[in-house]
């Protein structure tokens, strides 16, 4: 898989890949669900303690303060996500699409973490990269970063992943604040991904 739609496609049909003698390097719709749910890795995330913006739905928007940036629970490549100023303009977000998610509005970094996990759920790569130039959320240009703190939490969101059993390749999006905070992670292989260039 190398775009979130191939996860959605792949995931629920591995046995009858397995079946037919085929390994999709996907993991099993369980862990394909925690990570294309935004809400769900949130939850996720937070109950293990790991630094992540606070994520509200509608209609609970009580505490949340504004600027905001809402997102789509599901969604990829910033298609449906935007910026509110105000309660009103959150409200109206909402009315048009149901499903947003809203969170802080940042302004910080991204870093996107290469990572892969083996068989035996260690991480053998971990690359953390500044993505330079983005088109419908797909990185065509990046560079590599070295940050202690990015990487160690990077590496603690890995871990926990591995321990639900998640295997193959993932890269972890962090908003490099201080301390850095979690984005999102995709189980597939980044766009640009630094991971080809290592093999």
């Known amino acids: 898989p190398l775009i979130d739609l191939d996860l959605e496609r792949l995931a629920p049909e591995l046995e009858r890949f397995r079946a037919l003698g085929v390994t999709v390097v996907c993991p099993p719709p369980p ?3 925690l990570c294309l749910d935004k809400l769900a890795f949130a939850n996720f995330v937070q109950a293990r ?3 992540h913006p606070r994520t509200w739905v509608y209609p609970d928007l009580q505490d949340l303060a504004f600027p905001a940036f809402y997102k789509r629970r599901r969604g990829f490549g910033s298609i449906g996500s935007g910026r509110c100023n105000s309660a009103a303009e959150a409200v109206s977000a909402a009315a048009r699409d149901p499903g947003l998610l809203f969170q802080p ?3 910080a970094d991204e870093i996107t973490v290469d990572a892969y996990i083996s068989r035996s759920g260690d ?3 971990c690359v953390p990269r ?3 130039k983005v088109v419908a959320g797909e990185a065509y240009k990046t560079h590599t970063v070295r940050d202690v703190a990015v990487e160690s939490l ?5 871990q926990a992943l591995a321990q639900e059993g998640l295997r193959g390749p ?3 999006q962090i908003f490099r604040t201080t301390p850095p905070m979690l984005l999102e992670v995709n189980t597939r292989l980044g766009s640009a991904s630094v991971l080809s260039n290592m093999a």
């Not at 990077?154 to 890995?158: E, F, G, K, N, S």
């Open 170 to 172: 993932l890269n972890v």
């Open 154 to 158: 990077a590496l603690q969101t890995i």
């Open 31 to 33: 862990l394909t669900e």
């Open 105 to 107: 509005a940042i302004v």
């Open 49 to 51: 303690g790991l630094s």
């Open 123 to 125: 991480c053998i790569a």
């Open 130 to 132: 500044v993505r330079d």
